[in-house]
């Protein structure tokens, strides 16, 4: 789809959600307005109510005063007696309802005076003591009556009044939520619509995405079948070309030392010196195919992974790191350690290499100290092997288990870069991991996983 469109598009959008949003907010308002001009007028409607049961409790009394007063039977003084307490309780209910209008409020205290009065006038009556009631005393009590009447009836004009305004409010209300309810359908609909067009559009794009994904992905597959191939015929050829050289470059080993044995202040200073270089240089030579030829056979995967007792493995190394922790005037100290499932034959060498290394990246006049131990954590033995030596500067920790990786010269601190490459490939072998933790000038642990020999299967 074109640029400009597809912006054209997306202003829409933003524009009818911002027009949804608005009337989200006004059909809220709206509501809000009807709800609350239908209690008003709920209101008045019981004000209207209320103010016609006062009358009626009210007329109760004198009728029942006037029939007492007739035939003298108590159970209608009785009668009238407790019809006065409904009446004032209608009132008190009035002005209840009338407590937000000050002018109503008004009208109905007006209205408790006179119904007090009535009620007084006609208790009077009933206390009085002789016949039927005096021809005055029956007009008075019609004038109270009508006071009364006048009263209530000021009170329900007044909210007659307030009930056709808020009649027409509520009217008008109505109207307006419907028409927001209106435009809110209207809006939605138009938001789904283009809800369903961005979703038909990136169903579309993401179909696009996983069939480019799939095509990529078969494309890395074959490069990782070819790379795969690629490293197995360079590592059988580095495994047969270390293999084949190694019995030429023993026999001219051999003859180097011999000559330099033979030679060895015959002739000139310089003789002596190329002879040494000579001989240097074929012994790393025999070091470095070496290394080569066990780095191969261990990628090549031959030996299998079974259960391997780590304390026998490191005992085995020790006795082949023997001389060089004497000479080094070194000390190895190790805990216990478990049973592990590794590729048979080759723990040792992890163990060997890291003490042989612990051993001498030491600074002069140091004494090495390496300390090897284990942790259980979960289906796995976390292996620790500390040492006090030079330590490994940050930038380095990433880079040292490559191939030939050194960071020291030859004169140095000897050795062919092998070393922690091969403890790589013996650990991944029994599936696990190798890495490092440094301080310069502090000392490294190296920490290597393997999994627990009484644990789940890998």
Known sequence: MPRIARRHINAAAAAAGAALVAALLLSGYALREQAAATAWVSHTRDVLEASEQAVSLYKDVPLATRLYLLVREPSLAARADAAERPALAAVDKLSGLTLDNPVQRERVERLRRGVQKGL??????????????PARDGRAADARTSAVRASADALIVGERALLADRTRRQRRSARMTRAMLTALLALTLLAFLLAMWALKRDIGRVALAETRLEQANAS????????????????????????????PLRMVVSYTQLLQRRYQGKLDADADAFIAFAVDGATRMRDLIDGLLEYSRVSRGDDPV??????????RALADAEDAVARAGARVEHASLPVVLACRGQLHRVFQNLIANGVKFQPAGRPAVVRIGARRDGDWWVFSVADNGIGIPPEHLGEIFALFKRLHRQREYPGTGLGLAICKRIVECGGGRIWVESEPDKGSTFFFTARAADGPPA
Do not use: C, I, T, W
């Open 120 to 133: 007084d006038f006609n208790r009077a009556l009933r206390r009085r003591p002789g016949g039927a009631m």
């Open 220 to 247: 890395l597959g074959r490069q990782k079948d070819e790379l795969q191939r690629s490293n197995e015929e360079l590592e059988r050829f580095a495994y047969v070309a270390s293999h084949d050289l190694k019995e």
């Open 306 to 315: 079974e259960a391997v007792d780590a304390e026998q493995a490191l005992l």
